[in-house]
């Protein structure tokens, strides 16, 4: 299949690169309103990217930019007027700084400044007033300034780029806001991303910008009709999804039939497969069909998965014999995103697959699992083979996830994780498999053990199934609600509590895993940020988890020592559960 950059054939789908490479500029009418974009749209677009060097370039559309392309000398800079689209292209030039500020403190300034002079300003004499390619509205000129003055605050840097010098905008607006906000949340980002997987990280995220982001620039002749093009783009239809095509296809080979054999085919086929995938509110059906393409190829893109398929059918004769092929891995599949035992597995394996359902395992992983799942169900792998490979799998994820570890890169991991093995995977196998990505972080036992004793986990995805597990290994009583997660020393203390915690102390040590124990909602509310002497009674007298009951009873005091203490035991358990 032919692979492809972009998701339209239209000629006016412009890559990030294109558009912004060049000569052309980009302003925003002076008086429009100023950037706003909220950190919520960024955390978005740090997601939208990661999912694009997950699925190895999968393209990605941002929609459409209006713009109103002014005239201007033959000899100078192209000028376009920004009338629509004025968030994302600042936000991307926002990264694109960012990205040239980390490379640069990397040591990498010929990276950096390769970058800065094919994207980020016009690297050359011209009549207009700045020679950045981004010029904001009034409010926000002095915050680009400030960006780029911090680029140009790297004398080595500087030296590197030949005698270049910044034109800066006219001075306009406060020097803090949300433009400044941005640049600085994304720098953190980029930092943390680099801190974890390295400097190729770096590399993917500016490649998946620049490359697999596309826009469809539309340039109107009068700036005053923008809005009536805005509206009619962005009408609310509701989206075609993958599901629907399939759907479609699927009865595409009945058309002809009466209507009466297409309904019997819809009741007695059609809707036990998709109803099945409704449970408990939720929908999983369109999830479904991308692990299931990457089982038949595990080159395909998202984007791809469609037309892959329906390749495919075109040598079935029928919508039941699709159907038939399409649920081979549907219970497996439900399974792992909703915690059931469709394939019937024995107590033990299915409590390891469900394992994954509850610290809700990325889904790059299902591909493998699904397979795995199927063929212990099948008995062409032994049980013992697939639990210990099964575990492999749990350790390197759960370390991943404590040790702040994205689950970007997980995809090339796992999605021909199963051909690796040849289709028999074993403990040996997978870990080898594993450990040949090497830009895939597995962390050793030292950096495991250090984040469950000092790194903040209640604010992450992991801590439930962290303190589930402890639960677990205590043999306490199955409950039916889910647990409230309860801090000993509490996240406002009360002036007892002072007595013991500095309030340095209380920062660093409040959310660490040995702060947190397990409760019902409504003793949680109860005990609050009571001094310890009377939480410590009511988790001995009336917690229904024996964690709070073994906790209360081991610790009569809840000092910086006895958190201390505590955490090295945790950091034990964790090893020794985790051990791969």
């Not at 040949?436 to 030292?446: A, E, G, L, Q, Y």
Request: proline residues 5%.
């Amino acid at each position: 299949m032919q692979k492809r950059s972009k998701l339209t054939n239209s000629s006016d789908e412009t890559m990030i690169s294109s558009l912004i490479s060049g000569d052309n500029v980009y302003t925003v009418p002076y008086f429009q309103r100023p950037y706003k974009w909220k950190t919520d749209n960024i955390n978005q677009l740090n997601s939208d990217i990661s999912d694009i060097i997950s699925s190895e370039g999968d393209p990605h559309f941002l929609g459409a930019i209006i713009v109103h392309g002014r005239k201007s000398n033959p000899s100078d800079p192209n000028l376009f007027d920004i009338i629509d689209g004025q968030q994302r292209i600042t936000t991307l030039v926002l990264y694109l700084c960012a990205i040239v500020r980390n490379l640069c403190l990397l040591g990498e300034y010929e990276e950096a400044k390769n970058l800065f002079l094919k994207f980020l300003v016009i690297p050359r004499d011209t009549k207009i007033s700045s020679n950045i390619k981004l010029h904001p509205c009034k409010e926000d000129m002095q915050q680009i300034n400030t960006v780029y003055a911090e680029l140009m605050s790297d004398r080595k840097f500087v030296k590197l780029l030949g005698g270049f010098n910044i034109s800066y905008l006219p001075r306009g607006g406060k020097e803090k806001g949300r433009l400044s906000l941005n640049f600085l949340h994304i720098k953190r980002h980029l930092k943390k991303e680099c801190d974890l997987e390295g400097i190729q990280r770096i590399r993917e995220i500016y490649t998946a910008i620049l490359e697999n982001i596309s826009v469809v620039q539309i340039d109107i002749w009068d700036p005053t009709n923008g809005p009536k093009i805005f509206d009619g783009l962005n009408s609310r239809q509701e989206p075609m999804t993958i599901g629907d095509l399939v759907r479609n296809e699927v009865f595409q080979k009945v058309s002809e039939l009466e209507v009466s054999a297409i309904e019997e085919i819809d009741s007695s086929s059609w809707q036990p497969f998709y109803q099945k995938f409704k449970q408990d509110k939720k929908d999983t059906f369109d999830s479904y069909f991308f692990p299931f393409g990457l089982i038949q190829d595990p080159n395909l893109k998202k984007s791809e998965v469609f037309s892959f398929l329906r390749d495919q059918w075109r040598a079935m004769p029928s919508p039941e014999e699709i159907i038939f092929k399409l649920s081979e891995y549907q219970d497996a599949f439900l399974d792992l995103v909703n915690g059931s035992n469709y394939q019937k597995h024995e107590k033990d394996t299915n409590t390891a697959f469900r394992n994954f359902f509850i610290f809700k395992a990325p889904s790059s992983t299902y591909p493998f699992l699904v397979q795995l799942s199927n063929a212990m169900k099948n008995e062409t792998i032994l049980k013992k083979d697939g639990l210990e490979v099964l575990s492999i799998i749990e350790s390197f994820l759960v370390r991943r996830a404590v040790c702040g570890h994205e689950p970007t890169g997980l995809h090339a991991v796992f999605k021909r994780l199963w051909k690796d093995c040849n289709g028999q995977p074993t403990a040996l196998l997978v870990k080898e498999a594993i450990s040949s990505h090497k830009t895939v972080v597995w962390p050793d036992n030292i950096h495991f053990q250090e984040a469950i004793k000092t790194r903040d986990l209640y604010n992450t995805g992991i801590i439930a199934f962290l303190i589930f597990q402890f639960e677990v290994s205590l043999k306490g009583d199955k409950q039916e609600t889910k647990p409230w997660i309860e801090h000993v020393l509490p996240e406002s203390p009360s002036p007892e509590w002072k007595e013991n915690f500095t309030d340095k102390e209380h920062k660093s040590l409040k959310d660490t895993l040995a702060n947190l124990i397990p409760l019902s909602s409504e003793m949680n509310r109860s005990v609050g940020n009571k001094a310890y002497p009377l939480k410590r009674k009511k988790f001995l007298e009336d917690s229904s988890f024996k964690t709070a009951r073994e906790f209360a009873k081991q610790y009569r005091t809840w000092t910086p020592k006895d958190l201390s203490n505590r955490a090295e035991e945790l950091a034990k358990w964790a090893i020794n559960l985790w051990k791969h």
